[in-house]
């Protein structure tokens, strides 16, 4: 069972990026998917959640109108479609799982972590 998370790179201010979690031994099929971010000596953080049951998403108030979460038909990829984007917004990015939305927001409900991939935002 395994996530790993790509799309990554350097890319000028203002860019975009479109990262993907692909899931390995089992389909996203979790009541909850998500995108977090760590930058350089600050706390893990969530960027945007996805309820599977819903649609209820819940996002980073500094990724608002810029950052999309999507996941595809079959139930094994999530992405993370990033636009507008601003050097604040370097850090490592993970994809999780897990059994509800808010919790999943609260770092309370993570089933599976996945491996981070770096963006990187800079002239």
């Known amino acids: 069972v395994q996530l790993q998370a790509s799309g990554g790179g350097l890319v000028q201010p203002g860019g975009s990026l479109r990262l993907s979690c692909a899931a390995s031994g089992f389909t996203l099929n979790f009541p909850a998917i998500g995108w977090f971010r760590q930058a350089p000596g600050k706390e893990r953080e969530g960027v945007s959640c996805l309820s599977s049951l819903n649609d209820i998403t819940y996002e980073a108030d500094s990724v608002k109108g810029r950052f999309t979460i999507s996941r595809d038909d079959v139930k094994t990829t999530v992405y993370l479609q990033m636009n507008s984007l601003k050097p604040e917004d370097t850090a490592v990015y993970y994809c999780?799982?897990?059994?509800?939305?808010?919790?999943?927001?609260?770092?309370?409900?993570?089933?599976?972590w996945g491996q981070g991939t770096q963006v990187t935002v800079s002239s």
């Open positions: 999780a799982v897990g059994s509800g939305v808010l919790r999943l927001w609260n770092f309370r409900g993570v089933d599976y």
